[in-house]
């Protein structure tokens, strides 16, 4: 039985771990956490935020997905992205998905990121 997503995988181009971190701990706020020495081996860099995980792992011939990426749950949805924008992120709001507030946004390689809120109805 499946019963939860225990992290999300992203790939990344050789040699860009220091940008990396610079955006995933330092902009976003996540805490990067060590990975086993067989696989820190292969670059690339894990970060967490809470019980949400994201890997990072290299790829040779890397290509950023247009479509595919996490969908990250936020509080505080307009000062995130201030946030984000003061990192030096662009944020690209949508309002297309009902009950929700969101933004997308791309790592410094260019992974495309979703960032959202539900918003509580008025009565």
């Given at each position: ?17 220091d940008l990396l971190r610079a955006y995933y701990a ?60 003061a990192g030096g992120a662009r944020v690209v709001w ?30």
């Amino acid at each position: 039985m499946l019963t939860a997503v225990d992290h999300v995988q992203l790939a990344a181009p050789a040699g860009c771990e220091d940008l990396l971190r610079a955006y995933y701990a330092d902009v976003l706020g996540m805490e990067e956490i060590p990975k086993p020495p067989v696989l820190a081996a292969r670059g690339g860099c894990w970060f967490r935020a809470g019980t949400v995980q994201l890997h990072l792992g290299i790829e040779e011939d890397f290509r950023p997905a247009r479509k595919a990426h996490p969908g990250l749950l936020v509080t505080g949805i307009e000062a995130y992205a201030s946030r984000l924008e003061a990192g030096g992120a662009r944020v690209v709001w949508d309002g297309n998905l009902p009950g929700h507030r969101r933004f997308y946004s791309e790592d410094p390689v260019g992974n495309r990121l979703e960032f959202l809120e539900p918003v509580c109805p008025t009565p």
